[in-house]
């Protein structure tokens, strides 16, 4: 069954910064689309960042490009979110999902939209105070 769960979301100050993390188990970990996500109340779900856990095609929303990075360790099955110059507007729900193909699809590309991912962690939250 897969699983997927996120920590180290929290309270910060503008400028500040933080690292979340998303532990996965249940499935073939390096061939998979792996995204994060965030939701702000009141707004819809955007995608934040996304990597094909079989090496590369990281891609990143604008509103986050050259402040959050998206990483992996694949040996310990997590995928992480350095989140850097945070902004009172980070403020929302921080959630980790995944796209799992059958082991025999070639993934060219991550989907961006979160329509494209069928497994999702609980969330953490993420609070940046001005």
């Known amino acids: 069954q897969v699983h997927l769960a996120e920590s180290g979301g929290g309270s910060v100050q503008a400028g500040g910064s933080l690292r979340l993390s998303c532990a996965a188990s249940g499935y073939t970990y390096n061939h998979a689309c792996m995204g994060w996500f965030r939701q702000a109340p009141g707004k819809e779900r955007e995608g934040i960042a996304t990597?094909?856990?079989?090496?590369?095609?990281?891609v990143y929303a604008d509103s986050v490009k050259g402040r959050f990075t998206i990483s992996q360790d694949t040996a310990k099955r997590t995928l992480y979110l350095q989140m850097s110059s945070l902004k009172p507007e980070d403020t929302a729900m921080y959630y980790c999902a995944a796209d799992i193909p059958p082991i025999t699809t070639v993934i060219i590309a991550c989907a961006a939209a979160q329509s494209g991912y069928n497994h999702w962690g609980q969330g953490t939250q993420v609070t940046v105070s001005s």
């Open positions: 990597i094909y856990t079989g090496g590369g095609r990281i």
